[in-house]
């Protein structure tokens, strides 16, 4: 059985929260998948796992060990899959590490951060839906198509317009943009499955929708 850890730190209280316990119920009986808390122990073991998915509610517990576990997912092919707060963290581990930003920070965490590659969006999109449209040439593309879908959210940060081109020159792929979000997805070229969404792809699982194209594309690589 593939074991898939969703790394963070759960609170019921949280609708995405009850959104991914109920994706949890929805995926094939041979993939296991389980909550690990940033905190714990098992933060550290990430790798033993056949895929990792940073999910939302940052800031973390344990920051630290989100960016290892990213880290690794990274640079192992492990597959890897991040939503929201993942989406924010898998940027600034990249620009830390690949793109040669060393002091590259989060507005929420680090308001004062020299250099802000993730910083406050231009309204805040708690609860909102905005049309994702994927990017032609982007696994994104192959996946969603080219059609705009309703693209959930839970957060008043995203990317920095102004590091965009600083990081698509390092490998990082932008794969789908909304408006008032900017980027809402990134992807690298090179890896077996690496892919981070602003949006929520498990909204809908507490309905019993179908799995959206990205989870089902993220099992499929586990």
Not at 183 to 208: C, K, N, R, Y
Request: with cysteine; hydrophobic share 45%; aromatic share 8%.
């Amino acid at each position: 059985m593939k074991q898939i850890i969703l790394l963070g730190d759960r609170d019921p209280e949280y609708l995405t929260h009850r959104e991914l316990d109920a994706t949890i119920e929805l995926l094939p009986a041979s993939v296991h998948a389980y909550w690990v808390r940033t905190d714990s122990p098992a933060a550290a073991r990430t790798s033993d796992a056949d895929g990792v998915w940073v999910v939302p509610g940052s800031p973390y517990h344990d920051d630290a060990a989100v960016y290892a576990a990213i880290t690794n997912a990274r640079t192992s092919g492990q597959p890897f899959l991040g939503s929201c707060g993942g989406f924010q963290y898998a940027v600034i581990e990249f620009a830390r590490n690949v793109a040669g930003l060393r002091t590259a920070a989060h507005a929420e965490t680090s308001p004062n951060g020299h250099t802000p590659v993730i910083d406050r969006l231009s309204c805040s999109l708690v609860g909102e839906e905005r049309a994702v449209t994927a990017i032609p040439g982007t696994r994104m593309h192959a996946l969603c198509g080219s059609e705009s879908f309703a693209g959930f959210h839970w957060c008043n940060f995203g990317l920095a317009p102004g590091y965009v081109e600083r990081l698509a020159a390092h490998g990082l792929i932008v794969g789908a943009r909304a408006d008032d979000a900017g980027v809402e997805a990134i992807e690298l070229a090179e890896h077996p499955f690496f892919m981070a969404t602003l949006f929520q792809p498990q909204i809908g699982s507490l309905d019993h929708r179908p799995l959206h194209p990205i989870l089902r594309a993220f099992i499929g690589a586990v």
